[in-house]
């Protein structure tokens, strides 16, 4: 295809022109295209010496509030509102979705990720790359992989076991490069097991290409590339940012010396080619910022969630959602945040918004009765504050009007979060939790409402107070989504798609991250998240997949049914409460019994379903076989293990209502038996085991019933059981030998 391309003009095609175009071939006609960032909004840079200053766009909010949604159809809303901003700014390409797991709730970049669990990730990942895409625009999957942390972040080496690394860390990449087919796949700064992403030919052309069927173009990340060469021949297609002269030539050398199969050569400039063609599909168009800021609401409305909500002392009902006529209570608001919202983290997904709502004029707009606010502690990008105003006094003010109001409204959260930083914590900041112990000592009507991109501690601070929303950061529009939960306009349904520790030394990860001297060991393997305090019973602030409603849902008896496509489950939902709402029906898969190391449960499908009150809903949700399999290292290959299956159907990963147990066909994974096979192998399997014995049985009289007596010992057995055949022709008297031993391996194996 790029045959008449120049070894030249092909090296130039595979690095940028710029920091956001690609190379132009003048030559072929071929124009560059834009390619930006990316991912929750469109970040056209207008300044090229200022990343913080984009062409205003939706700042729809980032994937850390996305994520509790647990809706695919809102996400590819989302991504058809981007794809039409991208259209209205000429851009090809947006840089996103980041679909890495949330190892540690310590990583900086948590807010651009979706969650803990792969198949969130996966799913809503890949109902955004839909929606993009279907407005002709390229998505950009990333970071390809393992990129876990920012400490570090541009060579580390991410040190993981196969089995984790594919059922973890690569499913949710495999789930939507197979449903979504993404344009283009970003790979990731950091080395995996000591091998740059960049120049993985295992990562990137064995399982991306080979196993995944990937045919768009792997960019890498921005300043990945350490080797260009080994890049290209490694399977990457495009380096960026460009310009990259030295590199280019660099290439065309190796090609010229031998160096380089210009084969591989042809075929990455052929991809960024095919990228650009593939674009021209693409028409220019407009969008409404109306339209796309309300859609940014109505995401942000249902990404909230409710963790806490009782009864104030003394009172009959759950203090939310608050009354909003002039006979309902009057309101302190309390907190900077309300009035200079956190909304997005720091970066290159950071916006410049089309306009920003803040919660103190929503709340004020909300209710006819009386709001009244004091800011509680300073934040830097805030308004000027009287520079002899002490923190004491700010604190003091906030409690004398919580103490005069109604309800108190307290606006807190984590103020420094950025990527190219991991957190040194997870605590709030010491000023904000003094503003809420002082609000919650006056006022027993206190909601906490928190700003964060990764979870923050709750614990202990939350027993004080009657109710608290996980606002998390919301994008433009949080603040008018927060006013609706809080009135009652929007009843939540946002669900954790991340653990809330109650310290972060219980976290799974916590002896392992970040790692040291260039080394960060994955310890935890499969235990990631839930996974790692289900293992270890541990207590948690609140569970992965809860979230509180205004309304309440009863789960009826759930049924399962298996199919070779994989497993049906079936559940009647209703709706018991006295308001329209919605529920967020989980399915947690275990195999009581395997034999293999496995997580106690594990998220396998999930839906959010919107239910009247009063009504019942029937809920279909259904698990591909695929998903059942674990990867087996013997064989190298996805395996379904027999055997009952256990559907356990709930509203959190520890709020389990009703299960069914299914009978699946596993795969069958005969492991041929050799010499090195134990005793305990060889008796495990049917026909080894006959052969064992009949090659005993015909020994000669005296080794035969002695080895009868052994065989028939079962301590004996215990302790022989983990020996190689091999080895056991070593011992003296063994009948075995090498011959012998031939012998039962061809009769074993036939
Ligand atoms: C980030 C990417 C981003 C790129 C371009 C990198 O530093 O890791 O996520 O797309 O810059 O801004």
Redesign the pocket.
């Known amino acids: 295809m790029t045959s008449e391309f120049t070894v030249a003009e092909q090296a130039a095609l595979t690095s940028g022109r710029d920091?956001w175009h690609t190379t132009p071939v003048e030559s072929a006609g071929l124009p560059g295209v834009t390619v930006?960032?990316?991912p929750h909004g469109v970040?056209l840079q207008v300044d090229p010496r200022d990343?913080l200053r984009g062409q205003p766009a939706t700042c729809f909010p980032p994937a850390v509030a996305t994520a509790s949604t647990w809706d695919p159809g809102l996400l590819r809303r989302m991504g058809e509102a981007l794809g039409d901003e991208c259209r209205a700014m000429d851009v090809a390409v947006l840089?996103?979705p980041?679909i890495n797991l949330k190892r540690s709730p310590l990583g900086g970049r948590n807010f651009?990720y979706f969650s803990e669990d792969p198949l969130i990730a996966g799913v809503l990942g890949a109902a955004w790359v839909d929606g993009l895409q279907s407005r002709h625009v390229g998505a950009?999957l990333?970071?390809f992989a393992v990129?876990n942390q920012e400490t570090d972040?541009l060579r580390v080496s991410a040190d993981i076991d196969e089995r984790t690394l594919r059922e973890l860390y690569l499913s949710a990449f495999k789930r939507v490069v197979t449903q979504a087919r993404p344009w283009t796949v970003?790979c990731s700064?950091n080395k995996i097991n000591g091998v740059y992403a960049s120049q993985n030919h295992w990562l990137l052309t064995e399982v991306l290409r080979g196993e995944w069927g990937f045919e768009g173009a792997v960019f890498s990340?921005?300043?990945a590339v350490a080797d260009r060469v080994a890049a290209v021949a490694a399977g990457l297609d495009l380096t960026?940012?460009g310009p990259d002269d030295t590199g280019d030539a660099e290439l065309a050398e190796a090609v010229a010396e031998g160096r380089l199969d210009p084969g591989l050569l042809a075929r990455a400039a052929g991809r960024v080619r095919a990228l650009v063609e593939k674009s021209a599909a693409r028409t220019a168009g407009d969008y409404d910022q109306e339209e796309h800021h309300a859609l940014a609401r109505e995401i942000a409305g249902r990404a909230v969630v409710l963790l806490k909500n009782e009864a104030p002392q003394g009172d009959q009902q759950a203090l939310l959602p608050l009354r909003a006529g002039a006979d309902g209570p009057s309101v302190a608001v309390l907190g900077e945040f309300a009035r200079t919202p956190r909304y997005q983290g720091g970066?290159?997904?950071q916006i410049t918004p089309t306009r920003l709502d803040d919660a103190l004029t929503e709340i004020t707009a909300a209710t006819d009765a009386t709001v009244l606010f004091a800011p509680g502690y300073r934040v830097e990008e805030g308004p000027e504050r009287d520079p002899a105003a002490d923190e004491g006094d700010l604190v003091a003010e906030a409690a004398a009007i919580a103490q005069a109001s109604d309800v108190a409204l307290v606006f807190v959260g984590s103020t420094n979060e950025t990527?190219?930083a991991d957190r040194d914590g997870i605590d709030l900041p010491a000023d904000h939790l003094r503003l809420v112990e002082a609000v919650a000592k006056v006022n027993p009507r206190t909601v906490v409402i928190l700003s964060n991109g990764a979870v923050v501690a709750t614990s202990p601070w939350d027993k004080a107070v009657p109710a608290l929303i996980e606002g998390w950061l919301l994008g433009q529009a949080g603040g008018g989504a927060l006013a609706d939960v809080l009135f009652g306009r929007v009843n939540p349904s946002g669900r954790l798609a991340e653990t809330i520790p109650l310290r972060i030394q219980d976290h799974p990860s916590y002896l392992d991250f970040p790692g040291e001297h260039g080394h960060v060991r994955y310890g935890e393997g499969l235990y990631v998240g839930y996974r790692g305090f289900d293992a270890r019973e541990q207590e948690v602030a609140y569970p992965f997949g809860f979230g509180l409603s205004y309304t309440t849902f009863g789960y009826g008896q759930a049924s399962a049914s298996a199919s070779a496509a994989g497993i049906e489950v079936r559940v009647p939902l209703t709706n018991t409460g006295g308001r329209d709402g919605r529920e967020v029906v989980q399915v947690y898969v275990s195999l009581p019994g395997s034999k293999v190391s496995r997580a106690r449960r594990e998220l396998k499908a999930f839906v959010s379903v919107p239910v009247k009150a009063g009504e019942t809903a029937d809920v279909v949700l259904t698990i591909d076989r695929g998903d059942l399999a674990y990867w087996d290292t013997r064989v190298g290959r996805w395996v379904v293990e027999g055997g009952e299956y256990h559907c356990a159907v709930g509203a959190s990963s520890r709020d389990l209502r009703t299960t069914a147990a299914v009978e699946v066909q596993g795969d069958d994974v005969r492991l041929p038996l050799t010499a090195d096979s134990t005793l305990g192998e060889w008796f495990a399997d049917p026909r080894g085991a006959q052969a064992v014995e009949q090659a005993f049985a015909a020994l000669p009289g005296e080794d035969s019933g002695r080895m009868a007596a052994l065989f028939a010992n079962p301590t004996m057995m215990l302790f022989l059981s983990s020996t190689p055949l091999s080895r056991m022709a070593t011992f003296p008297g063994s009948p075995l030998t090498a011959e012998s031993i031939a012998k039962l391996v061809s009769a074993a194996n036939d």
Do not use: C, F, Q, V
């Open positions: 920091a930006t960032d990316g970040r990343i840089l996103g980041g651009e950009s990333k970071h990129n972040r970003m700064y990340d921005w300043g960026m940012p970066g290159s997904s990527e190219g």
